[in-house]
């Protein structure tokens, strides 16, 4: 069960965010899950922590009845086979990164090969990114825009990229008052009567029936 830096990303960025938690909950979950539907006769489960032990470890015992479940922190530590389990993780993560063939290359968007380790503490990781950076899109899928290493160099190599100072400022637009007689003054029309004719709902909405509430029950 792999998790891509794009979904994950993805998944922490959007508008209901869902945290690195829970997708770490849900793909062990599936994971078990898969290993069950091979016929393989699980009795016990170790997990290392993630989060709260305790409320994973009633997660995973509602989801496998059958079985034992024990949550530990630093589980790997205190059990062989979550040693094992760990190791061989890192190294299938390690393989794919040294394998890893950036779909966004072409002509005009090249990124050099993955030489570093993809951790934050990791001088390599961190030196790829800022040679890797692009002013258009950032970095390529690999990089997972929702780390704080990814978020802070975006921020720091967007400014070097501003353009802001070269755009021309918009033009001002005063509007003529309107004369009304017998007043002895002018008044500036309704904002409202001038916005009018482009204050048409569109099809979107009207389809859809959507409506703007202002009072709720």
């Not at 934050?120 to 690999?142: I, M, Q, R, S």
Request: hydrophobic residues 35%; positive net charge.
């Amino acid at each position: 069960c792999i998790l891509s830096a794009e979904h994950i990303g993805a998944q922490m960025m959007r508008r209901s965010p869902i945290s690195l938690n829970a997708m770490s909950h849900n793909a062990t979950i599936q994971l078990i899950k898969k290993v069950y539907a091979l016929g393989v006769n699980v009795t016990e489960i170790y997990v290392d922590a993630v989060g709260n032990c305790e409320f994973y470890e009633s997660m995973l015992s509602k989801c496998f009845r059958q079985a034992k479940v024990t949550v530990r922190p630093k589980a790997d530590h205190l059990f062989k086979v979550v040693s094992a389990a760990s190791i061989r993780a890192k190294c299938s993560r390690d393989r794919l990164v040294k394998n890893w063939r950036f779909r966004e290359q072409g002509k005009s968007l090249r990124f050099k090969a993955l030489n570093c380790s993809g951790y934050p503490g990791d001088a390599a990781t961190v030196e790829w990114l800022k040679n890797n950076f692009n002013p258009v899109f950032g970095y390529p899928c690999v990089a997972r825009f929702s780390w704080k290493t990814v978020r802070r160099l975006l921020n720091e190599d967007g400014e070097k990229h501003d353009i802001s100072d070269k755009i021309e400022e918009p033009v001002r637009v005063e509007w003529e008052p309107i004369s009304q007689e017998g007043k002895g003054e002018n008044k500036f029309g309704s904002m409202k009567a001038m916005f009018a004719p482009y204050s048409r709902r569109t099809p979107f909405f009207k389809s859809r029936r959507l409506e703007t509430v202002q009072q709720f029950l």
